[in-house]
C-alpha cells in the first residue's frame, strides 16, 4: 500500500481519495473548504493544514483542482509544492487543464527528477464515487506502470494517450463530443415531449436505436425518466455547467491553435454559456435540458 498526499477534495476528489482509504492505502490531505478536509479526515485520512505539508513524505501526491491556473499556482507559485517534495515522488494531477500548462508542470517536475503524469478522468461523479472512472494518461510509459495499482483504485479503465500533455488533448475532446450528445439528447427528449410523447417511452426507444448514447444509457437529462441522476435531484451534484463552459473552452483553445474546425463544439460551448448566463452555472451539465423547455425558471 501506498502513502498519498491527496490535494482537491471537491465532488470529484473526495469520493476518490474515499476509494483510496478504502483500498488501504494512507492518505494525507489538503483542501481550502474545511467541510470537505474535515469529512474525509473522518473517513481515516490526516488532514493537513497546508498543501506542502500533505506531499512530505509521500510516495504519490495526487491532484484534482478546476483548472490551469489552480494546478499552475499549487506546483509552480511562490509556495510551490514541487519544492517540498522528494524526488522519487510520483505526481498524478487528475484537473483537466490546457495541455500546454500540462507540458509546462511536467516539464518543471522533470527538472527536480519528478515523474508526473497527466491523467484527466472521465465518469462524472458517480464514477468516482463507484471507482469506475476512466483514466486518460499523458506521460511516460514507466510512470503509467508506477500509477496503475493506484489508479485502479479508483477507476476501472485506464488509457495511455501519449507524453506529457496527450491526457489533456484526449479528455477536451471527449467532452467537446460529450456536450454534443448531451445538447442534441435534451434537443430530441424536448421535441418529443413537446409533440405529446411520453420522456422515458421515448427515451427508451433512442436508446435502442440509432440515436443511442451514454447520455440515454446512464445519463437522461429529462426529469422523473431515470434515478440516481442529476436530472432526479433538480440538477444537483454531477459535473457544473461551469466547467463544461471551462472544458468547451480549452478545446476552443486547441482548435485555434491546430486550425481544426469545430462548429459542432462552438455551438455547444455557445449554448451552456447562455444556459449559464440563465443562472445555471452551479447546476449539472445534464440541465441544458431545461433551456430547451420554454417557459424556464432560473434555479433557487
Not at 511536467?106 to 527528477?113: I, K, L, N, P, V
Not at 519528478?114 to 465518469?123: K, Q, Y
Not at 421535441?191 to 440515454?216: T, Y
Request: negative net charge; hydrophobic residues 50%; contains cysteine.
Amino acid at each position: 500500500m501506498a502513502n498519498i498526499g491527496f490535494i482537491g477534495l471537491g465532488n470529484m476528489g473526495g469520493p476518490m481519495a474515499a476509494n483510496l482509504l478504502h483500498a488501504g492505502h494512507t492518505i494525507k490531505a489538503f483542501d481550502l473548504v474545511p467541510a470537505a478536509l474535515q469529512e474525509l479526515a473522518g473517513k481515516g485520512a490526516l488532514a493537513c493544514a497546508a498543501a506542502a505539508e500533505a506531499v512530505v513524505g509521500v510516495d504519490v501526491v495526487i491532484s484534482m483542482l478546476p483548472a490551469s491556473v489552480h494546478v499552475e499556482r499549487l506546483y509552480l507559485g511562490d509556495e510551490g509544492i514541487l519544492a517540498a517534495m522528494d524526488s522519487s515522488t510520483l505526481v498524478i494531477d487528475c484537473s483537466t487543464i490546457a495541455a500546454a500548462s500540462a507540458q509546462k508542470v511536467s516539464a518543471a517536475a522533470s527538472a527536480r527528477g519528478i515523474t508526473m503524469l497527466d491523467a484527466p478522468v472521465s465518469g462524472g461523479v458517480g464514477g468516482a464515487v463507484g471507482g469506475t472512472l476512466t483514466f486518460i494518461v499523458g506521460g511516460t510509459a514507466e510512470g503509467l506502470q508506477r500509477a496503475t495499482p493506484i489508479l485502479e483504485a479508483m477507476g476501472k479503465n485506464i488509457f495511455h494517450a501519449g507524453d506529457a500533455g496527450a491526457g489533456q488533448v484526449a479528455k477536451i475532446c471527449n467532452n467537446m463530443l460529450l456536450s454534443v450528445l448531451m445538447t442534441g439528447t435534451a434537443e430530441a427528449l424536448q421535441l418529443g415531449v413537446d409533440s405529446g410523447l411520453d420522456p422515458a417511452v421515448l427515451a427508451e426507444i433512442m436508446r435502442k436505436s440509432s440515436g443511442g448514447n451514454w447520455a440515454l444509457e446512464v445519463y437522461n437529462p429529462y426529469p422523473g425518466v431515470m434515478a440516481g441522476v442529476p436530472a432526479a435531484r433538480d440538477y444537483e451534484g454531477g459535473f457544473l455547467v461551469d466547467l463544461m463552459i471551462k472544458d468547451l473552452g480549452l478545446a476552443t483553445e486547441a482548435a485555434l491553435a491546430r486550425g481544426s474546425a469545430t462548429p459542432m463544439g462552438s455551438l455547444a460551448r455557445n449554448l451552456y454559456v447562455s444556459h449559464a448566463k440563465a443562472g445555471f452555472g452551479r447546476k449539472d451539465f445534464s440541465s441544458i435540458q431545461v433551456s430547451f423547455q420554454g417557459a424556464a425558471k432560473k434555479p433557487a
